[in-house]
């Protein structure tokens, strides 16, 4: 089956100049009809899908192309498949690291989360003046996300 831009952006909830741009930097080649309309195949399909999620993920196109373009620059089968192997095994570090930040920063919002029971019946007003004592005030220094929620007047 082909698809036209338009129905593949659709599709992935993208945008037609999205698309385009990955037609530029050389990520997606599609096919051409006669009369010039792009075509796209399930294997194009199936890239552009690899590529959103890279792309979603926070990865560069540099990135994307590095694995996009890896195999194609070997001259054997052998060399493809360590060049291809080490640039995904990079992508696969880059990944492990932002998991270990995320899982970080959850624990993080889960323990700010419980901070905030202290202030369960609290009938001060939520600042520095209105609660001077408050006790999320005295942990800002050691829960850096408090500092997102107490003011900055003091």
């Not at 052998?78 to 959850?106: C, F, H, K, M």
Request: glycine share 8%.
């Amino acid at each position: 089956m082909n698809y036209k831009i338009g129905e593949l952006a659709e599709r992935f909830g993208t945008t037609v100049r999205t698309i385009r741009y990955y037609e530029e930097a050389r990520l997606l080649e599609p096919l051409r009809s006669s009369g010039g309309t792009r075509l796209y195949t399930e294997r194009h399909r199936a890239r552009l899908q690899a590529i959103l999620e890279l792309a979603d993920s926070g990865f560069s196109l540099e990135a994307i192309g590095q694995v996009v373009h890896a195999r194609a620059q070997c001259r054997t089968g052998e060399e493809g498949r360590r060049v291809v192997s080490a640039r995904l095994a990079a992508v696969g570090q880059t990944i492990a690291g932002r998991i270990a930040d995320l899982t970080r920063l959850q624990n993080r919002l889960s323990e700010a989360e419980a901070l905030l029971e202290q202030c369960r019946g609290c009938r001060n007003r939520p600042s520095s003046q209105g609660c001077p004592a408050c006790p999320l005030k005295q942990q800002r220094e050691d829960r850096v996300l408090l500092n997102l929620i107490w003011d900055q007047d003091d």
